[in-house]
């Protein structure tokens, strides 16, 4: 797992690992079963506070990222298939897409521009199953 | 995946024969006496009595658990193998399970005996040994062999890589961390410490300090091998750990590394088995596998650390020690 601390980055710390460990997950490297780093030792790594990396590991367990409990190892949680209505996503997404909406908005991008900017970042779902299919004995 | 793939389980015949043997033995002896004899000092004189049939239990379940393991390290050897080696592992369960069934043939004697004085039962052993070693290394020769097909590079690690040389050219703090986990490691760190304490507890009254204060330290020190090896990768530092306290085994600096690649390996033929080891070359960190990531320092010393993803682990070795990308 790879995490980076940007200090040119606004986000809060704990909000970088939480983005960047959903980020290994969509991109299929990080994968269900896979252990995280104990909170420790990760933040001896990356020289911040422990409590930082707890907060951010009590974040990804509550969106159900990973799987959180006494006396065991943080492990990416198995993923649930979709099976959110329009209204649950806007319930769940709807504020930080409006605000990614707005912010696109006040540096200049065109809804054509925000688009192509979601398309570069987005992972379509037959391009995780095709990395999945090439490593047979994967766990998830 | 099949359980057995390349390793014939007639390999461990000769040790389940002399079990049988002793089991036919114990069996013809007839019925044991309630109370006797069950430990020897070092001048030979019982020291310690209770139930005979409890002690020739315990001696066929350990065979029984050696016999186990004999075969779950037969079979690792065999999918390992790329060439046919002699596999001396295979005679693990043949020599215990022989050494343990001379042993409880003489104490099956001394049970009958008014004044038993335990010796070494060279002979009862060696009429175990010497036919089931030798049955074992006649199987070892003729056994099949099917090269296992290990490829070294399974994964694209091109975007890991160029995440990686951003992140660094951007001046940002980098952790990359790599976790051997294995169930084996849990059920060990577990089993092993479970049996050990509850020994130690129930046997708290009749056995010296030093023996429960060892099993107990014994049983503490295997379950703080809770958690695996994990290795860290930094800019400053690349550090490997194991266990829950997180004891720290190898420590190197980025900028010591002339090379660092992945490399196959046998860990049973090169190494002995798993775990932190030593050969004539290098010294090695790995729990399960057959591909490791190996760094050559510039005092000359050469590390292998293993991985479940070693095309990662190398690249991000790779890259905070500035070497260019694996082709």
Do not use: C
Not at chain 2, 259 to 278: H, K, M, V
């Amino acid at each position: 797992m790879l995490i980076a601390i940007d200090e040119r980055d606004p986000r809060p710390l704990y909000q970088q690992i939480v983005a960047q460990v959903k980020e290994q997950v969509q991109r299929g490297e990080l994968r269900a079963g896979d252990e995280l780093p104990p909170v420790r030792e990760l933040a001896s790594s990356l020289g911040i506070n422990l409590h930082t990396v707890r907060s951010a590991y009590l974040r990804l367990r509550d969106q159900g990222v990973i799987d959180l409990r006494l006396g065991r190892r943080a492990r990416i949680a198995r993923r649930q298939q979709a099976t959110v209505t329009p209204s649950e996503a806007d319930r769940t997404l709807g504020a930080q897409v409006r605000e990614l909406v707005a912010d696109a908005f006040l540096l200049g991008l065109s809804t054509d521009d925000l688009h192509a900017l979601l398309d570069l970042h987005a992972v379509r779902k037959d391009t995780l199953s095709a990395r999945q299919n090439r490593n047979p004995e994967d766990k998830s | 995946m099949k359980l057995f793939q390349s390793h014939p389980l007639w390999l461990h015949i000769p040790a389940v024969v002399v079990l049988a043997i002793l089991a036919g033995m114990l069996i013809d002896a007839g019925p044991l006496p309630a109370y006797g004899p069950v430990h020897f000092g070092v001048d030979g004189r019982p020291d310690g009595y209770g139930s005979p049939a409890g002690s020739f239990a315990l001696v066929i379940g350990l065979s029984i658990g050696f016999i186990i393991l004999s075969i779950w390290m037969d079979e690792s050897w065999a999918r390992q193998e790329r060439e046919k080696r002699f596999n001396y592992f295979t005679l693990l369960d043949e020599v215990i399970v022989s050494v343990m069934a001379g042993i409880s043939v003489h104490h099956l004697a001394l049970l009958q005996q008014s004044d038993p004085v335990f010796r070494l039962p060279a002979t009862e052993i060696l009429a175990f040994t010497v036919p089931a070693v030798g049955a074992g290394i006649l199987l070892e020769k003729v056994r099949p062999f099917a090269p296992s097909e290990a490829a070294l590079v399974t994964e694209d690690t091109s975007a890991l890589r160029r995440e990686l040389d951003r992140r660094l050219k951007s001046g940002a703090t980098v952790s990359y961390t790599d976790i051997q986990n294995p169930l084996y490691m849990n059920l060990i760190a577990f089993g092993v410490p479970a049996v050990l304490l509850t020994f130690a507890v129930l046997t708290a009254s009749s056995q010296p300090v030093w023996s429960v204060v060892l099993n107990v330290v014994l049983g503490l020190l295997l379950a703080s091998f809770y958690g695996g090896i994990r290795t860290t990768v930094t800019r400053e530092l690349i550090t490997v750990r194991i266990g829950t306290p997180g004891f720290r085994v190898l420590r190197l600096a980025p900028s010591d590394i002339v090379e660092a690649g992945l490399r196959p390996f046998l860990p049973l033929a090169e190494f002995g088995g798993y775990g932190i080891r030593r050969n004539r070359r290098m010294s090695g960190y790995f729990l399960k596998g057959g591909v490791g990531v190996e760094i050559l320092t510039r005092q000359g010393r050469r590390h292998l650390i293993g991985s479940d993803r070693p095309e990662r682990l190398a690249e991000a070795v790779r890259a905070v020690a500035g070497l260019a990308a694996i082709p």
